[in-house]
């Protein structure tokens, strides 16, 4: 089985900007090189 391979960050938004707290979205783009399709995963809270 071959590692999902890096292709690029796409979709940053900033989500909340302050001096105690930040948050800073961002969508990863991979390629899956083997034969099956995994499931979309989102993170985040």
Do not use: C
């Not at 590692?3 to 948050?23: A, C, H, N, T, Y």
């Amino acid at each position: 089985m071959k590692e999902p391979e890096f292709r690029g960050i796409s979709g940053v938004d900033v989500g909340e900007l302050g001096l105690v707290k930040s948050q800073l979205k961002l969508r990863l783009n991979y390629f899956n090189p083997n034969n099956f399709t995994g499931k979309n995963a989102v993170g985040g809270r």
